[in-house]
C-alpha cells in the first residue's frame, strides 16, 4: 500500500506564498506520475500540478505563472511551491501518485489545508 503524506498547509494572506510537501513511503521515481489535486468546498476535485516520469509538467491554467512543481528524487518528496496567492485558492490540496498513464494516479494522501484570506 502506498502511502503519501502531505505537510505545509496553512493560512496566508492574499499575495502570500507557501510551500507544499508530499513525502512518498518509497522511492517517487517508481510512479508514473505524482502530482497535486485540490477540492474546494462545493467544488470538484481539479488536477493542479502534476509530473510524468520523464520529467514533464502539467498545471492547470489557474495556476500558471504562479505555482511550480518539483521533486526530490533523493528524498522521495514532491513539492508544490504557491506565490501570488489568491482567496480562489483555498483548498484542501491532495498529494496522488500512480503507476497508470496519464495525469491521474490511484494513490492519494489525507490532504492539507490551504486558506487564503485577509
Known amino acids: 500500500q502506498e502511502q503519501l503524506v502531505e505537510s505545509g498547509g496553512g493560512l496566508v494572506q492574499p499575495g502570500g506564498s507557501l510551500r507544499l510537501s508530499c513525502a512518498a513511503s518509497g522511492s517517487i521515481i517508481r510512479f508514473n506520475v505524482v502530482g497535486w489535486h485540490r477540492q474546494a468546498p462545493g467544488k470538484q476535485r481539479e488536477l493542479v500540478a502534476a509530473?510524468?516520469?520523464?520529467?514533464?509538467?502539467n498545471y492547470a491554467d489557474s495556476v500558471k505563472g504562479r505555482f511550480t512543481i518539483s521533486r526530490d528524487n533523493a528524498k522521495n518528496t514532491v513539492y508544490l511551491e504557491m506565490n501570488s496567492l489568491k482567496p480562489d485558492d483555498t483548498a484542501v490540496y491532495h498529494c496522488?501518485?500512480?503507476?497508470?498513464?496519464?495525469?491521474?494516479?490511484?494513490?492519494w494522501g489525507q490532504g492539507t489545508q490551504v486558506t487564503v484570506s485577509s
Open positions: 509530473i510524468g516520469r520523464g520529467g514533464s509538467i
Open positions: 496522488n501518485a500512480g503507476y497508470r498513464s496519464g495525469w491521474y494516479g490511484d494513490y
